[in-house]
């Protein structure tokens, strides 16, 4: 049996914050705002294994008002969803990422992310898909007010 899953989020850049993406520190002037790390790839990542196992939602498991989350590592949160999946009977088969930005430019930074990802959830790189897009300046991302992500997985039950 498979089971596909979609996720989403998006997070204001501002200063004063770093910016994580994919489990990876990019040097940038902003950072994502966020209650944890504000990592937009790993929640969305989260959101879509959440989903396809019918586990509800990443703010239903690590709400923004809860103190123990304030800060967090994403990778921490990953690892506990991918714990739960698996405890559930099923196994990753693919992730399909795509994170929406106009600055900075990350392609350099998506060969880290992979490896980065593929560790936490104990996976072979070649399943794991990162892209990254602009919006030809349209919208808050190309704006530069904001960093959004979506994730496409596939499970199988073991």
Known sequence: MYRTGTGYDVHQLADGYELWIGGVKIPYEKGSKGHSDG???IHALCDALL???N????GYHFPD??????GIDSKILLKHV?????QKGYAIVN??????LQQPKISGFIPLMKTALAAVLNLNEDCVSVKATTTERMGFE?????ISA???VMLRKC
């Open 39 to 41: 990592d937009v790839l």
């Open 51 to 53: 989903g396809a196992a």
């Open 55 to 58: 586990f509800r939602d990443i």
């Open 65 to 70: 008002t809860d103190a123990q989350y304030k």
């Open 82 to 86: 991918d714990t739960m999946v698996r």
């Open 95 to 100: 992730i399909d990422s795509t994170v929406v």
């Open 142 to 146: 190309g704006r530069g007010e904001g």
């Open 150 to 152: 979506q994730v496409a």
